[in-house]
């Protein structure tokens, strides 16, 4: 049973940077694409980015483009947000999650029911 567990969330102030990880256990962390998703109160889940296995192509969100990088030490079971410049519309629960089935190399999934595997979420809290 794949279990991802996200940490690195927290209050900060509109123009800093936060790091989130999502550490893996329980599966081949090497064979999962990995993605990023938040959700706001009152909202839908919304995509932020992904990544392949390998780590060598990322996709991300035109809300956040620019302003993100998605990374991963597979050596570590570990995938990363790395997010700057944030805003308070930031602000929101994010997820990562773990796609076996339907991403590919450059093909990487981008809707919630794609992904197999989901950490519990860590608070991101953006004040202005």
């Known amino acids: 049973q794949v279990q991802l567990v996200e940490s690195g969330g927290g209050l900060v102030q509109a123009g800093d940077s936060l790091r989130l990880s999502c550490a893996a256990s329980g599966g081949t962390f090497s064979s999962f694409a990995m993605g990023w998703f938040r959700q706001a109160p009152g909202k839908e889940r919304e995509f932020v980015g992904a990544?392949?296995?390998?780590?060598?192509?990322?996709y991300y969100a035109n809300s956040v483009k620019g302003r993100v990088t998605i990374s991963r030490d597979n050596g570590k079971n570990t995938a990363y947000l790395q997010m700057d410049r944030l805003k308070p519309e930031d602000t929101a629960i994010y997820y990562c999650?773990?796609?076996?089935?339907?991403?590919?190399?450059?093909?990487?999934?981008?809707?919630?029911?794609?992904?197999?595997?989901w950490g519990q979420g860590t608070q991101v809290t953006v004040s202005s």
């Open positions: 999650a773990a796609d076996l089935i339907y991403s590919t190399e450059q093909g990487l999934a981008a809707m919630p029911e794609h992904y197999q595997h």
């Open positions: 990544i392949n296995w390998s780590g060598s192509y990322t």
